[in-house]
Every structure is written in C-alpha cells, then in structure tokens.
Nanobody
Framework: EVQLQASGGGLVQAGGSLRLSCAASGFSFDDYAIGWFRQAPGKEREGVSC????????YYADPVKGRFTISTDNAKNTVYLQMNSLEPEDTAVYYC?????????????????????WGQGTLVTVSS
C-alpha cells in the first residue's frame, strides 16, 4: 500500500521560507515521479512541482518558478519542497502526489482525475 505523509507546513510572513517534506512508503522513487499539488481556499487544486524518478527532470508551475525547489532523498524515500520568497498567494494545503506529470497538461490531467496516490496535505499560510 502506497502511503504519503506530508509535513512542514505552518504560518510564515511574506518573504519567508518553508520546507515541506513528504515521506513515502509502499513504492520506490526509482519507479515513479513524485511531486506536489496545492489547493488554495475557494480554488481548484493545481500542480506545483514534480521530479522525475531519475531526478534529471523537474517541472514547476509558472507562479513558483525561481522560488520553489523540489528535491528527493532516495535513501529516506522522502521528497522535499523548498519554498522561498513566499507570497500570500502561496497560502494553500499542499499535497504530495505520486506519480505526477512533467508538464502543465499532465499535472492538470492528474488533478482532474485524481489519479495516483495522494497524501493528507499540510497547510501553508503566508501572512502579508
């Protein structure tokens, strides 16, 4: 059984940083791309970032490019999302998802279908 446990959310001021973690079990990072979605209050879920199983390819949604960095620690079966220069618009529940897509269209398809395994989410609140 695939399980994804996200953590690291919290309250931060605009301009601050947070690092989200997602501990995975039941599958190997060698098999699937893994990444993050988010859902802001009153909005649909959206893809944020994805890293390929070989770690040689990443996807970032336009709003987070240059501010967020995704990485993995395969020894710990953990994926991270380093979030810098946070903005109030980043306030959302962040979900760890596997597999994920390496394009906006692929991420949108996963969001629309709920395909794959989803963690329980961790809340990030950015105050202005």
């Amino acid at each position: 059984e695939v399980q994804l446990q996200a953590s690291g959310g919290g309250l931060v001021q605009a301009g601050g940083s947070l690092r989200l973690s997602c501990a995975a079990s039941g599958f190997s990072f060698d098999d699937y791309a893994i990444g993050w979605f988010r859902q802001a209050p009153g909005k649909e879920r959206e893809g944020v970032s994805c890293i390929s199983s070989s770690e040689d390819s990443t996807y970032y949604a336009d709003p987070v490019k240059g501010r967020f960095t995704i990485s993995t620690d395969n020894a710990k079966n953990t994926v991270y999302l380093q979030m810098n220069s946070l903005e109030p618009e980043d306030t959302a529940v962040y979900y760890c998802v596997a597999p994920c897509g390496m394009t906006a269209q692929a991420m949108a398809a996963i969001q629309a279908t709920g395909f794959g395994s989803w963690g329980q989410g961790t809340l990030v609140t950015v105050s202005s």
